[in-house]
């Protein structure tokens, strides 16, 4: 069965960092996607950031323009965690955060929710002005 749980949230102030680890049990990533997704209360869910693999061993990367320059997506391949890195840390970013990912042997390059078959429950981000 598999499992994704998210850990790394807190609470900073405006400019600090934070960096969010997804620790994703009985999961193989490879021909397949994960990504991050936020949602801030009474706000619809959207997308941060998306890696990707097609099966050829190398991965991929979309970074929301909302965030780009500020947050970078990877995996630590040995531990099978996927990590966000997030800098600059702004009010707007606050919410809760999402690691979802494909089905093996499905990939998408997309931050539709939609395409994801699996998500963790979430960890709080919250930052201060």
């Known amino acids: 069965q598999v499992q994704l749980v998210e850990s790394g949230g807190g609470s900073v102030q405006a400019g600090g960092s934070l960096r969010l680890s997804c620790g994703a049990s009985?999961?193989?990533?490879?021909?397949?996607?994960m990504a991050w997704f936020r949602q801030a209360p009474g706000q619809e869910r959207e997308g941060v950031a998306l890696i990707w693999d097609t099966g050829s061993g190398r991965s991929n990367y979309i970074i929301a323009d909302h965030v780009k320059g500020r947050f970078t997506i990877f995996r630590d391949s040995d531990k099978n965690i996927l990590h966000l890195q997030m800098n600059t840390l702004k009010p707007e970013d606050t919410g809760t955060y999402y690691c979802?990912?494909?089905?093996?042997?499905?990939?998408?390059?997309?931050?539709?929710?939609?395409?994801?078959?699996?998500w963790g429950p979430g960890t709080q981000v919250t930052v201060s002005s």
């Open positions: 979802a990912a494909t089905r093996e042997g499905r990939w998408y390059a997309s931050l539709h929710g939609s395409a994801y078959d699996y």
């Open positions: 009985g999961y193989t990533y490879g021909r397949s996607s």
